[in-house]
């Protein structure tokens, strides 16, 4: 009769799949590099295949390993969100909530909100995940999200909280230096802050809004908040969130009246959680919050 092998098994696996090593995938557990040998070495005999391979530079994942690696991060997934329900009681607002934001929201937008609703529920722990990769929330990789994206998947509360607008904006210094552009053809001849790849979006944003098809960013970087920092910094004129740059005096916001990109964002949450009332009480303070910061993005 064969034995399931245990969940600390896949958990040491993609560990050291991604630590690299035993030893960096012990200190990230907390166990001994030992015992993490023996948990590879257990799973490799229970499904009959070898999973790394020794080199100069660590331990390289087999072909084996790779096929295996999605289960254990699913795996890893689920076992996580089985610890934050299992963390709140029903009865009160407590326990842990993972919230998923893209960066900027997350660092520019979210801790006053997620403070306040601390402030009003000291046992309620947050989880933010800052990153502009969306996360599953059917399969539980976060408890709520903020999406810039539409929600396509189905069994998930959504409230859409509008359209945030974002404009071209610069540091006062920058525009000392090189001069205030009038026209978008203007763009041409100034440092424009913009991402490194032509992504989907880049290349929708392209078609659909009056950017010159041949304009060119002379500080490239696929981070939003390391592009805020550029422009926060004077390195020169790219998009920003328009409530964000009301609050900087030195940021200008240029060619006002000739460009906007409406930033669709909603709150989404997966309808299982809805009777959670730590979950529920979250929900509705990032709704409330982001109203609110929607309403000072567009000075309604």
């Known amino acids: 009769?064969?034995?399931?092998?245990?969940?600390?098994?896949?958990?040491?696996?993609?560990?050291?799949?991604?630590?690299?090593?035993?030893?960096?995938?012990?200190?990230?557990?907390g166990l001994t590099q030992p015992t993490?040998?023996?948990?590879?070495?257990?799973?490799e005999k229970a499904i009959g295949a070898e999973l790394f391979i020794r080199s100069p530079s660590g331990l390289l994942p087999t072909d084996a390993a790779q096929a295996l690696k999605p289960y254990a991060e699913t795996l890893?997934?689920?076992?996580?969100?089985?610890?934050?329900?299992?963390?709140?009681?029903?009865?009160?607002?407590?326990?842990?909530?993972?919230?998923?934001?893209?960066?900027?929201?997350?660092?520019?937008?979210?801790?006053?909100?997620l403070g306040s609703l601390q402030d009003a529920y000291p046992e309620l722990q947050i989880e933010l995940s800052a990153s502009d990769v969306i996360e599953d929330l059917?399969?539980?990789?976060?408890?709520?999200?903020?999406?810039?994206?539409?929600?396509?998947?189905?069994?998930?509360?959504?409230?859409?909280?509008?359209?945030?607008?974002?404009?071209?904006?610069?540091?006062?210094?920058?525009?000392?230096?090189h001069g205030n552009p009038q026209t978008i053809a203007d763009?041409?001849?100034?440092?424009?802050?913009g991402f490194d790849r032509q992504t989907a979006y880049v290349r929708m944003v392209m078609k659909r809004y009056p950017v010159p098809a041949d304009i060119k960013f002379s500080y490239r970087t696929d981070s939003n908040l390391a592009q805020l920092c550029a422009i926060?910094?004077?390195?020169?004129?790219g998009l920003c969130q328009i409530g964000l740059a009301?609050?900087?005096?030195?940021?200008?916001?240029?060619?006002?009246?000739?460009?906007?990109?409406?930033?669709?964002?909603?709150?989404?949450?997966?309808?299982?959680?809805?009777?959670?009332p730590r979950c529920r009480a979250t929900f509705d303070a990032l709704?409330?919050?982001l109203q609110a910061y929607h309403r000072h993005c567009t000075g309604t």
């Open 187 to 193: 763009l041409a001849n100034h440092r424009l802050i």
């Open 1 to 29: 009769m064969s034995i399931e092998p245990s969940w600390d098994f896949y958990r040491s696996f993609l560990t050291v799949i991604q630590q690299g090593s035993l030893s960096a995938a012990a200190r990230e557990l």
């Open 287 to 289: 709704v409330r919050g």
């Open 138 to 177: 059917v399969n539980r990789e976060a408890d709520i999200a903020v999406r810039m994206a539409e929600p396509q998947q189905g069994a998930l509360i959504v409230r859409r909280i509008g359209d945030i607008p974002i404009g071209f904006h610069a540091h006062r210094c920058y525009l000392e230096r």
């Open 76 to 113: 890893a997934a689920t076992t996580a969100a089985l610890l934050r329900t299992a963390s709140g009681e029903r009865e009160r607002v407590a326990g842990t909530v993972r919230v998923s934001a893209s960066e900027v929201i997350a660092v520019e937008v979210l801790p006053k909100i």
């Open 246 to 276: 009301r609050e900087n005096p030195d940021l200008v916001h240029i060619l006002s009246d000739a460009f906007s990109i409406p930033l669709g964002t909603w709150v989404v949450m997966h309808e299982s959680l809805k009777t959670s």
């Open 36 to 43: 993490i040998g023996r948990h590879v070495d257990a799973l």
């Open 232 to 237: 926060r910094a004077g390195v020169g004129i």
